[in-house]
């Protein structure tokens, strides 16, 4: 190897900075300060040139406000208002905006985004081992309600529903302009939640993100080869067999899917082809707020605790595009294994070789099934 390759920046010039002239493969890069500075202030994506896999790099967001160290362990006594949190109503939040004095959900733009709207012009300069390439996106912040010491689990049927609706309407006006809408939610200091707020987040990105980029490859592949959506065909197998489903009710079924990594994972697949949350009738939604209360007591109730999980759904990318092949869901990725302290790691030989459970999926489902059927007592 060339003494030359070692220690050298990657070109990443923003547009406004002067073209460069093409590097040849492998060749090492002498590129400039400004490049340096690109990689370090500007979100972007990069390869891992040994798995192919992409990661995004939101370098500028070191300085966000950090909440999560000193939340108490069980939120026993938390206040329905803080005047130290800068989600509730009428505070100051750390960019200086204030918040109104909403009633219902409230949504805003993230004041330390991790994707912004800054376009670079070249990315992929000198060398496909040190691939990047440009993406632009927003991120927006959705308060589930205006009350500090709720969880969804805590809020009422109609208050779920209104963040169902919020849901549906930033897919839409966000999927104008980006090709990906990722609403998700982490919930829990232990999931890395900043704020014990009840509030989620939604990323919307000028690509397709890895994991749904995955999904959409082989929902496509299993539609072109059996004429069906994956999803409608795998709920008509669990339905049947009847071994990981969680919960049900008229639109929707909540399973441990059969390859769950996570102990307590679930997918919540609604019993029509829907492709994108938008496309959910007002009963659908209705029963949508129910079930996600349904799963997520039964989470809380399963070790006796605050139960933490990371959610996110995931709808058809590229919004008016043919996308017959994709089926909306949600994945519920809780991380605790045997109570509320105790949590699975993903360490050894799983960032190494792949994912290792011992509980199977068949006995997490049993277990919160029956947490489930303990609440409801007329549940099918
Ligand atoms: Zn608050
Ligand atoms: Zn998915």
Redesign the pocket.
């Known amino acids: 190897m060339s003494s030359r390759a070692a220690g050298r920046s990657i070109p990443l010039p923003i547009q406004s900075m002067s073209a460069r002239t093409q590097h040849r493969t492998g060749e090492p890069d002498r590129d400039s300060e400004s490049v340096a500075r690109a990689l370090r202030e500007v979100p972007h994506r990069r390869r891992n040139a040994l798995t192919g896999d992409w990661l995004l790099v939101s370098p500028h967001r070191t300085q966000r406000p950090w909440h999560g160290h000193t939340e108490p362990r069980q939120a026993a006594a938390r206040p329905s208002?803080?005047p130290d949190?800068y989600?509730?109503p009428g505070?100051r939040r750390a960019g200086g905006a204030e918040n109104p004095t909403y009633t219902s959900t409230f949504v805003f733009s993230n004041d330390f985004p991790a994707l912004t709207d800054i376009t670079v012009s070249r990315l992929n300069g000198s060398s496909p081992l040190r691939a990047a390439a440009p993406v632009q996106g927003a991120c927006r912040v959705v308060c589930f309600s205006p009350r500090?010491d709720l969880r969804m689990s805590g809020m009422s049927i109609p208050d779920i529903r209104a963040v169902v609706d919020v849901w549906g309407e930033e897919v839409e006006r966000l999927g104008v302009r980006y090709r990906w809408i990722q609403i998700f939610e982490n919930n829990g200091a232990m999931m890395g939640c900043s704020?014990?707020?009840p509030h989620g987040q939604i990323w919307a990105t000028s690509e397709i993100p890895h994991e749904p980029g995955k999904e959409d490859v082989c929902q496509r592949e299993y539609h072109a080869t059996n004429g069906r959506p994956l999803l409608a065909d795998y709920l008509t197998n669990e339905l049947v067999a009847q071994e990981r489903v969680v919960a049900e009710n008229d639109d929707w079924v909540a399973v441990v899917p059969f390859w769950a990594v996570w102990p307590f994972e679930t997918l919540l697949i609604p019993r029509a082809h829907r492709v994108r949350l938008p496309d959910l009738g007002e009963t659908e939604r209705d029963n949508l707020a129910d079930i996600l209360r349904t799963l997520l007591r039964a989470y809380d109730g399963l070790f006796d605790t605050d139960f933490p999980y990371s959610m996110g759904w995931h709808g058809a990318p590229e919004p008016g595009g043919h996308q017959e092949h994709w089926m909306l869901h949600a994945h519920f990725y809780p991380p605790l294994l045997r109570s509320a302290s105790v949590k699975k790691f993903l360490v050894g030989y799983e960032m190494l070789a792949e994912p290792q459970r011992d509980l199977t999926p068949e006995a997490a489902a049993e277990r919160l099934r029956s947490l489930v059927h303990a609440a409801h007592p007329s549940h099918p």
Do not use: A, E, F, G
């Open positions: 208002y803080d949190c989600l509730c505070n500090h704020n014990p707020h």
